[in-house]
């Protein structure tokens, strides 16, 4: 299964609802940075889809708790 742009911008924005930056620098919380830098690489290559089989485990879930909390789309392919 894949992972679209849209659906890690999604999860990305739950974890700031839930979990806010903090602190004078404004330091992104761990789920928020972990999801971000899986979001840079994205942009970075250009793409718009990513296997889930290629993220970290803490990665895939953090966007498993998105999509059971927040009614996540929970197969994220576009076939």
Partial sequence: M????QSLEAAINYW???QPARGNEYA?????SRL??????MIY?????????GLEP????????WRRDAG?????SHA
Avoid at 2 to 5: K, N
Avoid at 58 to 65: E, G, H, K, R, T
């Fill in 2 to 5: 894949d992972v679209h742009i």
């Fill in 16 to 18: 700031r609802a839930r």
């Fill in 28 to 32: 992104l919380s761990a789920p928020v």
């Fill in 36 to 41: 971000a830098g899986v979001y840079a690489l």
């Fill in 45 to 53: 290559y250009r793409q718009d889809c990513i296997a889930e089989q």
């Fill in 58 to 65: 803490a990665v895939l879930a953090l966007i498993d708790a």
């Fill in 72 to 76: 996540g789309i929970q197969g994220d």
